[in-house]
């Protein structure tokens, strides 16, 4: 293509065959069509250099890419290790693309460009200075952990920001703690032996008007921190862990003498018993967990750094666990060295683990015997569904991997409810983290409400099952326990005829679905990391999710147990649920709400309001909601006795449409 006329007025590029060569330098030269030119503006478009060989080949406009300050080539830079008192020649200067080499946003938009005592402007890549400052900006308080950019991923960080919001209200308790309290003789407790009555302790009454520094209120705040740091991922749990060991290896006990409060008042006693929590903990997560090997080595590197004071050395070497690729150890695990003790270069080295370590070991070990002692063990919750959903509809996935979303062909017919139903249960019966796992059973429901014809593309089609006659129900539930039981003990059962008789199979085989998700919440709650999903799985067969909510109801700390799931999931998927409802429209949004709304349990309405207010907080994004207020109305939710929560909340929502 010949660049036109205008295009060559512009700019050119020189290109050399040969860069070392050339005079120029440059392999390419860009030459600004403003300064005037030898080769002059009558010029053709093709320019031949017989003596330097370089050709003219392409005309265009320069255009300047956004690029860190000191690569300007606008405004000139000068380069200090560490200037931050003011900016430096023309360091300020900007053009619209230069960007701040510490924020990593536009100059224009930083705060300290020319703030004394910080001056971004001035920063560049070549200073050890600058270069610290800018992984601090960007890492944040993951810094401390030697962390490269490129280490830190969502988990971390997420549990960097958690650290720093704990560091800054440890700060403000840790306060009140060196502030102390004044005691009066006749309120001042008795830590003696024996122990006599406040103010009767000749001992504890000579410290007539002593200062006492509690502890407690440290103690309990990094206590509800430790909690919270359980319950995330492992590298953000890890960054926890190590941010409040070193936090609190740094607090001091003003006392100028020893003051026996108890185990959470005094400092001395409380920081060795959180220190306990804390490296046992992350004991167990080096043992469990597989983290890279470099995290692993800069968390160990971490703790070790630490400064404890004398009354917690005893866990110096708290985290001096072996990786599992240890030569001692993997001698001693083969059984190849039984003694657990090696010479190396000529000194006696032995294998010595704390009892957490141990544990831990073994229970990963278990768990892997436990996923390699048969065909069921190995199956993973992806896998789980595609199974059920290959014994469905008689259909497979073409690519090689069962797991890659692709075409999907029939190569024979699918399985009948109560077969697939039974072998779905015994496979849960046999693997204990298909069993605790919310997506294994949210496929279950799914398939069994879904109807054996499979699209191409693998989605499957699914199905408003009518509610069954009462009578039925408590048919199928009363030998549901029975039949559990059986499968549980992996006996061959038979599914009686008389219920599960074609005509309601599916709406059988669904309830009895119910009465095995029933069970599980009843066993292993405590395990279960979700049920939103669960719920979801039923689609529009709202009967048979109001079959297991109303099952629930009569166990007071499930029924808690599980609202509290629901609502924590709703409250981290708002979005998600605001595009799911937008896609599944109003009527099953208002039969959603219903649900929930007109149990008679208060607890179990507590879903709907939150779901109800996620819509009201979001009406821009839900059109439909005017529809769903239509819903309302033709079911006389508002005329219902709901209770006062509730009916507030409904005739608000209907309110504000009825004014539009």
Known sequence: MVPSKKEQEQSIILISDDEAESTLGNSVLLVDSLEKSALGEEKSAEVVDEECELMVTFCKQAKVMPHARYDCTMHPFERMECDTCSPLGKN????????????????????????????????????????????????GVLVMFNL???????????????????????????????????????????????????????????????TVYKYSGVFALVTRFLNEAERESPKAAAVMFLGAAKEIALHKDPALSWQNLGHTDSLKIAVPCLLQRITTQLQRMLVLCDFPKSLYEKFVNFFQSISLPCHCFGFSNSLNVVPWDHVLLTTVLKGQNITGRRTQKGRKVFLWETLPVIEARVERMVDKMNLACCTACRVTPGEFEVYLKMFRTGSVPIGKDMLDSGPWITVGSPLKDGVLIKHALKLLYSNVLLYRNPKCWSSLIMILGSSSLLEKSGHLHPLSLKEPPLDFQKGVLAASGGLLEELKAKINVSLPPAIFSPHLQHEACLILAVQAVQQMLFCDLPYLTSFLEIALAFGNNFWALRLLLEHLSYEEHILHGTVNLILRDLNRQKATMLKLWENLGPQYVGEFLCLFLTCRHKKMQSIGLFALNIIMENLHMCPWAKHLCNFFHNAGLRHLPLGAAAHHEVSKFINIFEKL
């Open 148 to 210: 490269e950019l490129t280490d830190i991923d969502t988990d971390l960080r997420h549990g960097g920001s958690l650290l720093i919001k704990f560091i800054q209200e440890l700060s403000v308790e840790y306060n009140k703690y060196l502030i102390g309290k004044r005691m009066s003789p006749t309120k001042h407790e008795c830590f003696c032996l024996p122990k006599f009555p406040p103010g009767q302790c000749n001992t504890c009454r000579s410290r007539n008007m002593e």
């Open 92 to 139: 300020a200067d900007i053009c619209n693309q230069c960007y701040c080499y510490i924020c990593d946003k536009l100059a224009s938009e930083c705060q300290n460009w020319t703030t004394p005592s910080l001056c971004h402007c001035n920063a560049h890549n070549k200073s050890k200075f600058w270069k610290e400052q800018r992984d601090f900006a960007l890492a």
